[in-house]
């Protein structure tokens, strides 16, 4: 059973379309959430870190949220250079093992 | 800033020709990946290393294998290359699992 899903695969905006992305996971005894962004042929770029349910963290246009079982990726008033893939991870579930990766969101915003 | 390195940024090789992907990273973390990633596809862990003289294998099965020498240097090396080695190959590395890891731009391997 997948520990990261995300949702939707992939999401299309008009440049301004306010958005949400959407993560959840089914560790228990979460020891964070991890949001990055990925431009075509790079390493990902590290967004955020969520601990705690009710935590939120913002950074331009972006706030991410986190519940018990999910997390969103808020995206207000978005514009072209916004577009990418968004990647979740959260720590494996055994102890001390690698982040695992869900298969992300590809966002496309229109000018 | 993440500091972490990873030369070539782009390498096209014949088939059977042996092969080290460079990753270097400033930050003294002790955790250390590699992971594989086809365009448009998800990321796949095929190493890890825990500290010096650690490594381990990933999810997926990978012909390469990597060594530890030095906290700072985890290289990546194919002995044979084929053409299904073609990919891209990002590394990463933290300061303990339950935090952030941070990525290299990745090396993108065309074996012909």
């Known amino acids: 059973e997948d520990q990261v899903t995300q949702s939707p695969e992939a999401l299309r905006l008009q440049e301004g379309e306010s958005s949400s992305l959407n993560c959840s996971y089914t560790?228990?005894?979460?020891?964070?959430l991890f949001w990055y962004r990925q431009d075509p042929g790079k390493g990902p770029e590290f967004l955020f870190t969520l601990y705690s349910a009710g935590e939120e963290k913002e950074k331009e246009r972006l706030k991410a949220t986190l519940t018990k079982k999910e997390s969103f990726l808020h995206i207000t008033a978005p514009k072209p250079e916004d577009s990418a893939t968004y990647l979740c991870?959260?720590?494996?579930?055994?102890?001390?093992?690698?982040?695992?990766f869900g298969k992300g969101t590809r966002l496309s915003v229109i000018a | 800033e993440a500091d972490i390195y990873q030369t070539p940024r782009y390498l096209v090789i014949g088939t059977g020709k042996k092969i080290t992907l460079e990753c270097s990273q400033t930050?003294?973390?002790?955790?250390m990946y590699w992971y594989q990633q086809d365009p448009g596809m998800e990321l796949h862990l095929i190493h890890y290393s825990y500290g010096v003289n650690s490594t381990e294998k990933g999810d997926l099965s990978s012909e390469s294998t990597v060594s530890r020498i030095r906290t700072e240097h985890f290289p990546l090396t194919l002995e044979s290359a084929r053409p299904s080695h073609t990919s891209q190959y990002l590394c990463?590395?933290?300061?303990?699992?339950?935090?952030?890891?941070?990525f290299g731009q990745g090396t993108r391997l065309t074996v012909v």
């Open positions: 930050m003294g973390h002790d955790k």
């Open positions: 990463a590395s933290s300061e303990r699992t339950d935090t952030e890891a941070f």
């Open positions: 991870a959260v720590p494996g579930l055994e102890g001390n093992t690698p982040l695992v």
């Open positions: 560790v228990s005894g979460l020891r964070g």
